[in-house]
């Protein structure tokens, strides 16, 4: 993956162009960057074309300016994909990801082939008193990284990943992550609940591990349910699935993303 960044603003972003295919889009969860996916690149380079962002605060895409906003993220995806010449996507997102992805198809519908959101919920019909529930628990989070991010890391990896090697490389991403980049997801409540909900003109998989909280596998199995979408819960994995089980995670993206080329083929 060739390391670049975007002028005038920021990011930092990956691009891997080998393949004569579609591209496919990679979101990274909160508190890592895109290293989090290098299962998925090693498996999907050449198959498909290859993009990645470090989100704003996160990984190199931390030289900011005055103005700089996290919600600003589907306007700087939208200009790498002028810069690049890249008329449409399937995009994958985890956890935080799945939240930028979904405000990217709310302003650039035209420019989505899929989605495909593990860990996350759907910011156009946000239920804001479930989250109260896990609220309490994230204040505590919060405090022990403002305290020491090796402390919060340690508590993190344990929420973010199922099996030792996923919460290893977790951590070791995870302690990378600055203080001061907190400030930044506070714009993350401007994504929600902002775009009325409507029918999707692309796919949509939703997911989880089954070892992830019951709140998250309950959100996506009504998510699934209210939109008749495909969805999978994986074994063995927890939040972070793809870096829990990333044999079985790769092999649902590809039977999805194979789908929806049959669906979009059958059309034509």
Not at 133 to 146: C, V
Request: hydrophobic content about 35%; charged content about 25%; proline content about 1%.
């Amino acid at each position: 993956m060739k390391n670049l960044y975007l002028e005038n603003s920021p990011i930092a972003y990956y691009i891997d162009d080998s393949a004569n295919s579609d591209w496919l889009v990679f979101v990274h969860a909160a508190f890592v960057d895109h290293r989090m996916f290098n299962k998925q690149y090693e498996y999907f380079s050449g198959k498909y074309n290859l993009l990645a962002i470090d989100l704003l605060g996160h990984g190199k895409s931390v030289h900011t300016r005055k103005g700089d906003c996290i919600e600003k993220t589907s306007e700087w995806i939208n200009r790498i994909f002028q810069k690049h010449g890249i008329a449409s996507a399937h995009f994958v997102g985890v956890s935080l990801g799945s939240v930028f992805i979904q405000d990217f198809a709310n302003k650039y519908e035209n420019k989505v082939l899929s989605l495909t959101c593990f860990g996350g919920y759907d910011v156009n019909n946000f239920d804001m008193e479930r989250q109260k529930e896990n609220s309490k628990a994230q204040m505590g989070m919060m405090f022990k990284a403002m305290i020491s991010v090796k402390w919060f890391a340690k508590a993190n990896k344990k929420i973010s990943a199922y099996t030792q090697e996923a919460q290893t490389e977790f951590y070791n991403l995870n302690i990378q992550f600055r203080k001061k980049s907190f400030k930044y997801l506070a714009g993350l409540q401007k994504l929600v609940n902002k775009y009325p909900k409507k029918q999707r003109q692309y796919g949509l998989l939703v997911g989880c591990g089954e070892h992830d909280i019951p709140m998250e596998i309950e959100i996506v199995n009504d998510w699934a349910q209210s939109e008749n979408c495909n969805k999978i819960i994986l074994k063995d994995a927890g939040h972070c699935a793809n870096m829990d089980a990333p044999q079985a995670f790769n092999l649902c993206l590809e039977n999805f993303l194979k789908s929806r080329q049959d669906k979009n083929q059958h059309k034509l």
